[in-house]
């Protein structure tokens, strides 16, 4: 990959295509990508999101992280300042074929969500036995 191709985001609303029937927010959670021979990394940060509240799901070689983060009870106290707005993230992927969908691992912690996708050992050059009749 080169560094062109991916780009650095301010945090952001997700724009639905559609109308929705949920009155809450989804936030475009910031992303880093890492790359070795080995894998791919993806960590999101999700601040607030337990590992209870995400969701990694992979279809039609689409990843898609989901999470959510239930507001923090405000009962007997004054708002003074609210800066951090509560809601939902969602950001979705296209998996390269080079990935090894099988093998694809996450973990939370600390409000970071990382998706380790494995790429696909390479084909190895072998003979092929004809078989006879």
Do not use: C, W
């Not at 039609?60 to 009870?73: M, Q, W």
């Amino acid at each position: 990959m080169s560094e062109h191709e991916l780009q650095v985001q301010e945090k952001k609303e997700v724009q639905h295509s559609g109308e929705t029937t949920k009155p809450e927010k989804y936030f475009v959670p910031a992303v880093d990508i890492y790359e070795t021979e080995e894998e791919v990394t993806v960590v999101a940060e999700m601040p607030g999101v337990t590992s209870d509240g995400v969701e990694v799901s992979l279809e039609d070689d689409v990843l898609t992280i989901e999470g959510s983060r239930k507001p923090e009870e405000m009962e007997g106290k004054r708002v003074l300042l609210q800066e951090y707005e509560s809601g939902n993230y969602l950001r979705r992927f296209t998996v390269a074929e080079t990935i090894d969908q099988d093998k694809i691992k996450a973990s939370m912690a600390d409000g970071l969500l990382t998706v380790v996708l494995p790429k696909a050992a390479p084909a190895k050059p072998r003979k092929i036995e004809v078989q006879m009749g």
